[in-house]
């Protein structure tokens, strides 16, 4: 079960997460995360193919009057080039649509009680504040052993938290391609003389800021579990 964690992705052997390392009193700390500008400055390095976001928030869906909790990932319109979501009805690229919104077959159920809702409207909530959505697909289930489980996708644009792109304690997923394993050296020191030279941290104090690295999509549930990585993503437990 573990060992095939993501399996389902058709380019998982491109796919690699930007992971930092930080240096804290009780040792480094190992994140699956990066710094905000680093994530939107990561498509101009070099070697990197692709680049796609992902930010994650709990929210609740309005339906004649009932609520339903759910996990919506915000993700960037080439998310679905990147990863592999089959779909039983709509279409992928409605995620560049700012008021379009993909939901898992589940929650179709849950919500409506049938499995073709393209074209339907739902309010999402979200501290106290509503947003209207159309239907525009409807994701089959992904595997239990899955790091992204999410209940909907929606374009980043509708993140209700100041993503932050110029803010140094900001923090985003980020997931790019690379199609040269190679090259893997060469893009980390890019990343990494990118924050030293624009971050402002102490790179060589006692705390803080260590490193920057690529973590292959392939085995990285895994290695979060027994590594502890500090995440949003689902991962494989020892």
Same mark, same amino acid.
């Given at each position: 079960?573990?060992?095939?964690?993501?399996?389902?992705?058709?380019?998982?052997?491109?796919?690699?997460?930007?992971?930092?390392?930080?240096?804290?009193?009780?040792?480094?700390?190992?994140?699956?995360?990066?710094?905000?500008?680093?994530?939107?400055?990561?498509?101009?390095?070099?070697? =990197? #193919? %692709?680049?796609? *976001? $992902? +930010?994650?928030?709990?929210?609740? @869906?309005?339906?004649?009057?009932?609520?339903?909790?759910?996990?919506?990932?915000?993700?960037?319109?080439?998310?679905?080039?990147?990863?592999?979501?089959?779909?039983?009805?709509?279409?992928?690229?409605?995620?560049?649509?700012?008021?379009?919104?993909?939901?898992?077959?589940?929650?179709?159920?849950?919500?409506?009680?049938?499995?073709?809702?393209?074209?339907?409207?739902?309010?999402?909530?979200?501290?106290?504040?509503?947003?209207?959505?159309?239907?525009?697909?409807?994701?089959?289930?992904?595997?239990?052993?899955?790091?992204?489980?999410?209940?909907?996708?929606?374009?980043?644009?509708?993140?209700?938290?100041?993503?932050? =792109? #110029? %803010?140094?304690? *900001? $923090? +985003?997923?980020?997931?790019?391609? @690379?199609?040269?394993?190679?090259?893997?050296?060469?893009?980390?020191?890019?990343?990494?003389?990118?924050?030293?030279?624009?971050?402002?941290?102490?790179?060589?104090?006692?705390?803080?800021?260590?490193?920057?690295?690529?973590?292959?999509?392939?085995?990285?549930?895994?290695?979060?579990?027994?590594?502890?990585?500090?995440?949003?993503?689902?991962?494989?437990?020892?």
């Amino acid at each position: 079960h573990n060992r095939s964690f993501d399996e389902q992705h058709i380019n998982i052997d491109e796919i690699y997460r930007i992971n930092y390392k930080e240096q804290q009193p009780r040792g480094i700390r190992d994140f699956g995360i990066v710094h905000a500008p680093v994530a939107e400055q990561a498509s101009y390095f070099a070697y =990197v #193919n %692709d680049v796609a *976001k $992902f +930010q994650e928030q709990r929210g609740s @869906i309005k339906r004649e009057g009932f609520y339903f909790g759910v996990n919506v990932g915000y993700v960037t319109g080439n998310f679905f080039d990147m990863f592999t979501f089959p779909l039983h009805y709509g279409s992928h690229n409605a995620i560049y649509r700012p008021n379009a919104i993909l939901i898992s077959a589940d929650q179709a159920m849950r919500v409506f009680g049938r499995l073709n809702v393209v074209g339907e409207s739902l309010i999402h909530t979200l501290d106290g504040e509503e947003q209207v959505f159309i239907v525009e697909g409807v994701f089959k289930m992904p595997p239990t052993n899955s790091s992204i489980q999410v209940d909907a996708f929606t374009n980043g644009i509708n993140f209700r938290e100041d993503s932050g =792109v #110029n %803010d140094w304690q *900001k $923090f +985003q997923t980020v997931f790019v391609t @690379i199609e040269n394993p190679e090259y893997i050296g060469a893009i980390e020191k890019q990343i990494e003389a990118y924050v030293e030279n624009n971050s402002g941290f102490d790179t060589a104090g006692e705390y803080g800021f260590e490193s920057v690295y690529l973590d292959p999509f392939r085995g990285m549930a895994r290695r979060a579990g027994d590594n502890d990585v500090i995440g949003p993503m689902q991962v494989a437990m020892p």
